[in-house]
């Protein structure tokens, strides 16, 4: 099992705030490296996927580095707003996702 | 394009019954998946198809068998429903290649009694 740790498990941020999340995966036999975001009701969404070391990927207000030699990836949110609450859920692994438990957000208008 | 469509949308099943969970995608993608939902557990991977005639197990496979029935059609069959299998099964469809993202379903909750 190539277990994946996301943290926080939840923060509640003001709308305007920045802010950061961590999911940390073992660094042996990596392939790629996915962030979701998953809206309550909704499926999961794809954000980015990243494979090289160094990747950095930008998506508007939300962007995602990634450290592969560590074993760690960050999601970044600039100015949050309440439509940016969800969960958002990293998974490492090539066609065999393994799924982090998530990171829930709530932006407080 | 519809993308990932998953029927029915709800379930209950008596502890012993039989059914099918279906899912279709028309983005073309080769490979298909299905997942499980639990509280507190992350999205965990049963079965996925690679591509049309090839099938694999996951994390979590005992208790299921599925089919790819053509590029568009994978199923998820429960032959003997368990209160253990009460959760949202997720069906999702990629490209083969490992960095393609997965595209979603909408998602069916099944509980068993």
């Known amino acids: 099992i190539l277990n994946v740790e996301q943290s926080p498990q939840s923060l509640h941020v003001q709308e305007g705030d920045s802010t950061n999340f961590t999911c940390s995966f073992p660094s042996s036999n990596f392939y790629a490296l996915h962030w979701y975001r998953w809206e309550t009701a909704k499926s999961p969404e794809a954000l980015f996927v990243m494979t090289l070391n160094g990747d950095e990927k930008k998506k508007g207000r939300i962007s995602a580095t990634l450290n592969t030699k560590e074993g760690y990836s960050y999601l970044y949110i600039k100015g949050s707003q309440p439509e940016d609450s969800a969960t958002y859920l990293c998974a490492r692994g090539a066609n065999n996702l393994f799924f982090g438990t998530g990171t829930r957000l709530t932006v407080i208008p | ?113």
């Open chain 2, 1 to 113: 394009n519809a993308g990932v469509t998953q029927t029915p949308k709800f379930q209950v099943l008596k502890t012993g019954q039989s059914m099918t969970l279906q899912c279709a995608q028309d983005m073309n993608h080769n490979s298909m998946y299905w997942y499980r939902q639990d509280p507190g557990m992350g999205l965990r991977l049963i079965y996925y198809s690679a591509s049309e005639g090839t099938t694999d197990k996951g994390e979590v496979p005992n208790g299921y068998n599925v089919s790819r029935l053509n590029k568009r059609e994978f199923s998820l069959r429960l032959e003997s429903a368990a209160p253990s299998q009460t959760s949202v099964y997720f069906c999702a469809s990629s490209e083969a290649r490992e960095s393609y993202e997965q595209y979603f379903g909408p998602g069916t909750r099944l509980t068993v009694t």
